[in-house]
């Protein structure tokens, strides 16, 4: 290729995606997680007015009638099954000390996933469930898992499946930081990054129930519940974690590493404003 | 506003004469450059991946000789950077306009 061609090529792609930047900018005020809440699930509520308030959670398939239909027909056999059992029993065998996962949770560990991600009072920052799992092996001697393999999201589709149907129900404690780290969340969900200039709202937002290549865009709202999910395309599970790396390379931004405080942050604030909806996961996307 | 620098860049780079083959020390300085927008950007935790690529295959370019190559590779590599911490900057306030509100 000719080189000064690709210069100009590549430079265009940026000058178009900053051409449509929106010049408009808004007076900051004070962070209100109650306001924000009820405006998020009310766009996506009014945008979408025939779909099922609780269906938001199943991502692109509140999106798609048909698409629905063969996922209904998925479930009966669902692809994330073999990644359920493996999950199920990594939780029950106990590690070389002795205790389990559930030594280390809430409930045993049960039922608890529509409380992840939490705020620390005493780290002062969020904790999420792929975090708090790693942090519980290496309590007890054991080596972190990669937050982008299938034992993460083995284990994470176990403990989202005892929470089926329970809403999702993050608390932001009465503390200064921990107001900051939703505020950082709600900023990184909404900055524009990479060449392409998007956010995650542009699409997320802006866009579900649209076409990406062969995908359907999920709807921000509720877009965690139903984390970790398996994917025809990855041909197994993947994490929150690995889906956060995958979205930002689709813009052409560098990924961030898995649990940064800005993906810790994002998963806080996407996970508050979805309180109230049900936990879903583990979900299985064509 | 929004527009000015990329497209100053833009300008700058359409309009730059190739008047003559470039050398290493062209290539060197060009990299130099490049390297401390994108070590910027990275610092501003907004790298894009196509400055990566560019810087990587600058390098490459460099590796074979080819040092004309090189230099745009790694004049790419600056500008994307360059635009990335644009972005960043601009982004610190613009990020408001797409709220839900």
Redesign the interface.
Known sequence: MNARFFLLGSLSAALVAFALTSPRVIAADKVDPVADAKAFQNFFFQKFPTVKHEDFVNGPYSMNEDMKRQWQEKEEFPPYEFALDAGKEMFATPFRNGKTYADCFPNGGIGIRQNYPYFDTGEGKVVTLELALNRCREANGEAPYSYVKDEMASLTAYMAFTSRGKPMDIKIPDDPRALAAYENGKRYFYTRRGQMNFSCASCHVQSPGERIRAEILAPALGILNAMPIYRSEWSGMGTTSRRFVTCNSQTRAVPLEPQADEYRDVEYFLSYVANGLPISGPGARP | ???SL??A??LA??LAP?ARAANEADYKAAYAAAEAASREA?GM??????T?S?LAAAKKAADGGDF??AV??A??AE??AK??I???T??K?????????
Not at chain 2, 45 to 50: A, E, G, M, P, S
């Open positions: 506003m929004k527009l990329p497209l860049m833009l780079l359409s190739a990275a935790r907004n790298q894009w991946t196509v990566v560019a004309d190559r745009a590779a004049k790419e500008a994307l635009a990335s644009f972005q960043a601009s982004e306030e613009a990020w408001k306009a797409m709220e839900i509100r």
